[in-house]
């Protein structure tokens, strides 16, 4: 009879919750630069285009350090990995003492693409991290519930950047102290994690994807030697692709929606950050959801389902319907919930020995952000609420990815 795999096993729980912090962590920081979006909108006087280079310099950062980092990781571990990343994390941070004191746009996006090439790293070690915790068939269920507090974090973030940067300039003023006060304040807690992170014991740890095969020999798929290589797995592949274009609708969608409470319900800029806490949130219910859901849907057809989802808010999303369409953009963070971390985890599947450097390509994919703000920027110009028809051609690739293409083909 099949033994049951667990969620996780009791000597893994300290690592878990260490590591489902950086989760939490980069969450924050992510949500925040879309609070900068608005921001220097006003504190630096860019339009809407030039403040798309914000998600250009962090998502362009996974592009240049995602598999530096994969090779890093595969050489020294997942500790180093973890301890290098925050370093990167926290130097981005503290960088946006002399961007202030210069005024500087083009200082800022250095110190933002430093801080993300510490993402980078982070996501690239955190999530076969997060796997290796466990039995292969609990990983995306590990791995969604990570992400659920990387949701967290994420409704934490706006809400902690609005109420630095616009409560006494409403978003209008060209002060930049309380940004400099904001980003030091988090290199501080990074610093604490570094610390934190150098005393945590890390187990050795079995890659799950090869180590289901032991206790399930007949399981599905597992192969324990692939023989192919890395870029013949087809469903790899199709798992960077997806999530090239999941990130860059979330990027676009997350960049505009201070704007489109804005201009399009006449929010101030303080309000429409608040409400954007609740958008965060939105994601963060959905990731718990889909956490539960999976125990008795498979992932691959509830990412389909979502997928569908996103595609129906973003349709009314356009039309400009008042507070069915604000709400409906609060729905496209819920419907998105799933789809970052179960690509992951679908992508990763049966690579045995290639799982690391798998990892470090599908964070790559996250360039995708990089891009799309920028193309969304340009319509948003002139409608923001017309640019939300652009996500839609990213949903139709992920939903394809999940009814057909994440399969594993021996």
């Known amino acids: 009879m099949m033994q049951k795999a667990a969620f996780i096993e009791k000597k893994f729980v300290v690592n878990f919750i260490f590591v489902t912090s950086l989760f ?39 592009f240049v350090m995602s598999i530096p980092a994969g090779y890093f990781l595969k050489k020294f571990g997942y500790k180093p990995g973890v301890l290098l990343g925050l370093a990167l994390f926290a130097v981005g941070t503290f960088l946006f003492v ?33 796997a290796a915790l466990g039995d ?6 590990r791995i969604n519930f990570s992400q659920s507090f990387n949701a967290l974090g994420a409704t934490a973030g706006p809400f902690i950047a609005s109420w630095f940067l616009f409560r006494v300039t409403a978003g ?47 399981a599905v798929n597992v192969d324990v030697a692939p023989s192919k290589k890395l870029y013949q797995h087809k469903h790899f592949v199709w798992a960077v692709v997806a999530q090239f274009f999941n990130v860059a609708a979330q990027a676009g969608t997350w960049a505009f929606f201070i704007n489109y409470g804005h201009e399009v319900m ?8 608040r409400y954007m806490s609740i958008f965060m949130a939105m994601m963060m219910m959905g990731r718990f959801a889909g956490t539960y859901l ?37 729905m496209i963070n819920f419907f998105f919930s799933i789809m970052f971390p179960t690509i992951f985890s679908l992508g990763l599947k049966n690579l045995g020995g290639h799982t ?20 969304m920027g340009q319509i948003a110009n002139h409608d923001v609420a017309k640019a939300y028809y652009l996500p839609i051609i990213c949903y139709v690739v992920i939903f394809l990815f999940g009814y057909k293409l994440y399969k594993v083909k021996h």
């Not at 925040?32 to 909108?41: G, I, R």
């Not at 292969?136 to 269920?141: F, L, W």
Request: hydrophobic share 50%; aromatic share 12%.
């Open 98 to 130: 002399p961007a202030a004191n210069a005024g500087s746009f083009g200082f800022f996006r250095i110190a933002l693409f430093v801080m993300g090439c510490g993402m980078a790293t982070l996501e690239t070690v955190a999530h076969p991290f997060a």
């Open 356 to 375: 690391q450097q798998a990892s470090s390509f599908i964070s790559m994919g996250v360039v995708g952000g990089a891009f799309f703000p920028l193309i």
């Open 266 to 273: 006449g929010f101030s800029n303080l309000s429409a950050g």
């Open 24 to 62: 939490l962590m980069w969450g924050v920081l992510h949500s925040m630069s879309d609070v900068l979006n608005k921001y220097f909108q006003g504190a630096l006087n860019v339009s809407k285009s030039q403040s798309g280079l914000i998600q250009l310099s962090v998502f362009g950062a996974y």
């Open 294 to 330: 999976m125990k008795f849907i498979a992932p691959n057809k509830l990412l389909a389902c979502f997928a569908l989802g996103s595609i129906i808010m973003c349709l009314i999303v356009t039309q400009k319907l008042g507070w069915s369409s604000y709400i409906a953009l609060m």
């Open 172 to 218: 209008n003023g060209t002060d930049l102290t309380s940004v400099k006060y904001l980003y030091v304040s988090i290199g501080g807690v990074l610093t604490l994690l570094i610390v934190a992170f150098l005393f945590l014991r890390v187990p050795v740890l079995n890659d799950p994807h090869v180590a289901v095969a032991e206790v399930d020999p007949d």
């Open 136 to 141: 292969q068939r609990t990983s995306d269920r």
